[in-house]
């Protein structure tokens, strides 16, 4: 069984660039989430879908940040424009169980803004 | 609102000496807690969950933790450190919150097995 993987692995932009982020679930995974670490913290929630649907979006920064899961299979992050406190890894991560259950997670994506 | 405490930024260990990773939580309900552990260039690894039971939870690779009530604390432990365990460990907390789901992360420990 594939994993979670993301796309790319990093990324280095400029601050006012836009930069889109890809998650890939585990198949048959309904429930998506992002998250973030920016250096040396925590990782921090960033929202959840539910298939398609955006169930918990109460991390996302500002509005700058936009999220989509289309069909409800992948899902995108935009950051547009990219400010210099974006950078960070983006870990997404999928579970079948809403529950008690475990998230499994991506590799993550390194994001540098210069 | 939930939240983990990991009050060691590292820890350091000699291969084959047992190893402890602490992490404290608050919650209001009963928690459900988790270690992750993340090696160099590779994403976050489920090593074991608390939900309910048995307070000595047994996980991956030889991993183990115990859930503590009256102290609040869900440390991890292994009885004999191998050189290969070492990584970045994170302990999380279910929220109970609006998101339900979403997990809250501690600072993350970062531990060191020498030779």
């Known amino acids: 069984e594939a994993g979670v993987t993301q796309f790319p692995s990093h990324s280095v932009i400029e601050k006012g660039q836009t930069v889109t982020l890809r998650c890939d679930p585990i198949?048959?995974?309904?429930?998506l989430y992002w998250y973030r670490r920016v250096m040396g913290k925590e990782i921090k929630f960033l929202l959840h879908f539910v298939k398609e649907s955006k169930q918990d979006e109460s991390g996302m920064p500002n509005n700058r940040f936009l999220a989509e899961r289309t069909g409800g299979t992948y899902s995108t992050l935009k950051v547009q424009p990219a400010e210099l406190e974006d950078s960070g890894v983006y870990f997404c991560a999928s579970s079948q169980d809403p529950g008690g259950g475990e998230q499994y997670f991506g590799p993550g994506t390194r994001l540098t803004v210069t | 609102a939930q939240s983990v405490a990991q009050p060691e930024d590292q820890v350091n260990v000699a291969e084959g000496n047992p190893l402890t990773v602490k992490c404290t939580y608050s919650v209001s309900g009963n928690p459900y807690l988790f270690w992750y552990v993340q090696y160099p260039n590779r994403g976050l690894q489920f090593l074991l969950k608390?939900?309910?039971?048995d307070n000595l939870v047994k996980g991956s690779y030889g991993f183990e933790a115990e859930f503590n009530k009256s102290q609040t604390s869900f440390h991890l432990k292994k009885p004999s450190a191998l050189v290969s365990d070492s990584a970045l460990y994170f302990c999380a907390v279910r929220d109970w919150g609006t998101g339900f789901q979403k997990l809250v992360f501690g600072t993350g420990t970062r531990l060191l097995v020498s030779p």
């Open positions: 198949s048959g995974h309904d429930n």
């Open positions: 608390y939900i309910t039971g």
